[in-house]
Antibody
Framework: EVQLVQSGAEVKKPGESLKISCKGS????????IGWVRQMPGKGLEWMGI????????RYSPSFQGQVTISADKSISTAYLQWSSLKASDTAMYYC????????????WGQGTLVTVSS | EIVLTQSPGTLSLSPGERATLSCRAS???????LAWYQQKPGQAPRLLIY???SRATGIPDRFSGSGSGTDFTLTISRLEPEDFAVYYC??????????FGQGTKVEIK
């Protein structure tokens, strides 16, 4: 069974750094892209970027380029989303999700990680 | 980057009625790489439709998708109580981009 299990909720202060994770299981982690999606409180879904763990090829939405870093450690089947300096506007639910291929929708989703940034 | 615009923003209907949701793209979506998702409060989105008209695994046949080019439609033939949710369209595969529309909320009238 394919599963994407995300790390737990985080509460951070503005200016702090953060790295959240998404662990894949039940499939060949290095053979499928993993993407990240933001959902701000009461708002819609925003695609942030995507990584292919097999060779670390990474693509970013223009809206998120330079704002976050996506990475993966294939030895532990885990993808990451990180911030170097959080802002209050980063408060959101973050989902990881897996498309079947580079030209496919997201058919499997993680449970989401709630990030709260507040002074 | 392709921009997807969904309409209406909110659809107020009763159980048993037909729901028609629209998704318009700012430029042609190649090879009908258009998907629809359902999201309920507190849950991750669920894939309903891909390739504009193919139902994902386990999706009831009351859900159907149609369209091509820049205009796409999700139809729910007869609304069940569990269908009241927010629906998003998404284009994928174009320039390695997976853009979402802003969503349509289907609420109980």
């Amino acid at each position: 069974e394919v599963q994407l299990v995300q790390s737990g909720a985080e509460v951070k202060k503005p200016g702090e750094s953060l790295k959240i994770s998404c662990k894949g299981s039940g499939y060949s982690f290095t053979s499928y892209w993993i993407g990240w999606v933001r959902q701000m409180p009461g708002k819609g879904l925003e695609w942030m970027g995507i990584i292919y763990p097999g060779d670390s090829d990474t693509r970013y939405s223009p809206s998120f380029q330079g704002q976050v870093t996506i990475s993966a450690d294939k030895s532990i089947s885990t993808a990451y989303l990180q911030w170097s300096s959080l802002k209050a506007s980063d408060t959101a639910m973050y989902y990881c999700a897996r498309p079947f291929s580079s030209a496919a929708p997201f058919d499997y989703w993680g449970q989401g990680t709630l990030v709260t940034v507040s002074s | 980057e392709i921009v997807l615009t969904q309409s209406p923003g909110t659809l107020s209907l009763s159980p048993g009625e037909r729901a028609t949701l629209s998704c318009r793209a700012s430029q042609s979506v190649s090879s009908s790489y258009l998907a629809w998702y359902q999201q309920k409060p507190g849950q991750a989105p669920r894939l309903l439709i891909y390739g504009a008209s193919s139902r994902a695994t386990g999706i009831p046949d009351r859900f159907s998708g149609s369209g091509s080019g820049t205009d796409f439609t999700l139809t729910i033939s007869r609304l069940e109580p569990e269908d009241f949710a927010v629906y998003y369209c998404q284009q994928y595969g174009s320039s390695s981009s997976w853009t979402f529309g802003q969503g349509t909320k289907v609420e109980i009238k």
